[in-house]
C-alpha cells in the first residue's frame, strides 16, 4: 500500500485504543503516543512507537491525529482547550493539513462541537466511533462508523483500513455517534434476550450448547449467539468462558445506553427496549459486576438455587 500518510499522533491507549495504535505501527507508520497511564505508553514503545510528555506535543507535527477517550467532557477538554485557565486545545496546535478523528463513543452533542470549531479553524475532523471490541482492534477488524465531510471521510480511510475492516460514513459530524448507540442499544437488547433464553432452556434440562446451536440457524439467531455466547463454557476465546475477564466492560455499555436515552429524549424516540436494558445493567453494575464483560449479564438470570 502507499502511504500518503506518515506522522500519526494517537492519544488514549486503552483496552481498545493501545491495540489500534499497535496495528499503526506495524503497518510502518510513525506513531507517536500519549496517555495519561505511563504503563500504556511504554507498552507502545516497545512496538515502536515515539512518545511525548502531553498531548499536544505528540499532535503538533502529525498528518492525522487520532483519540480515543472516555466521555465528551475529554474530547471537549482535548481538542478545545480552556480559554480561561490559558490552556491550549488540539486545534490550537496542530498542522493546517491535519486530519482530526476521535474514535471516541461520546454524545453527538461533544462532536458536533469540536468539529463546529475544527471547521472554523479550516481543519477536517470526523467522529469515528467503533464497533468489535478488544478482539477486533488487536485483529485490525474494527467497524468504523464516520460522520464528517466527504472529504473528511476520503481522507480517513488510508488510516482507518489499517485498523478496520469495514469503513462506514453515517453522515455529516455527529452522526457517528447517533449510529454507534443505535447499534449498542440494539447489542444490550440482543444479549439481554439471548441471556434470558439460554436459561430458561438451562432450567428445562436443555444442554445451553445445543440450545445455542438451535436457536443460531433459527428464527432467533443474531450475533451473541454467532460470535460472542453469555454462557460460560458454550464457546471459547469469549469474556463467558474466562470469568467474564477483558471485553467490553459493564460500566462502558451503561454509558452508551445512556446516551442512547438521552439521544432518544432529545428526538421524541420511542426505546422501552433500550429503557429496559439499560436499567438491567444500572442494576448489574451496582451489584458490583462494573468491570465485568457486558455479557456478565447472563449471571442476571441464573438460577443460583440449583
Known sequence: MTQTITQVAFIGLGNMGGPMAANLVKAGLKVTVFDLMPQAVAELVKLGANSAASANEAAA??????????????????????????????LDVVASHCLLIDSSTIDAASAQLVGQAAKAKGLEFIDAPVSGGTAG???????FI??????????????????????????DVGAGQIAKICNNMLLSVL????SESLQMGID????????SDIMKVSSGGNWTLEKYNPCPNVMDNV???????GGFMVDLMVKDLGLSQEAALASNSSTPMG?????????????????????????????KNK
Open 61 to 90: 507535527n502529525a498528518d492525522v491525529v487520532i483519540t480515543m477517550l472516555p466521555a465528551g467532557k475529554h474530547v471537549r477538554g482535548l481538542y478545545l482547550g480552556n480559554a480561561q485557565a490559558d490552556q491550549q486545545g488540539l
Open 137 to 143: 482492534a488487536a485483529a485490525g477488524s474494527l467497524t
Open 146 to 171: 464516520c460522520g464528517g465531510s466527504d472529504k473528511a471521510y476520503a481522507m480517513a480511510q488510508e488510516v482507518l483500513g489499517i485498523m478496520g475492516g469495514n469503513i462506514f460514513h453515517a453522515g
Open 191 to 194: 444479549m439481554v434476550g439471548t
Open 204 to 211: 428445562n434440562g436443555l444442554d445451553p450448547k445445543v440450545l
Open 239 to 245: 469474556p463467558s468462558s474466562k470469568a467474564y475477564q
Open 275 to 303: 429503557a429496559l436494558a439499560r436499567s438491567l445493567y444500572v442494576n448489574h453494575a451496582r451489584q458490583g459486576h462494573g468491570k465485568l464483560d457486558f455479557s456478565s449479564i447472563f449471571e442476571q438470570f441464573a438460577n
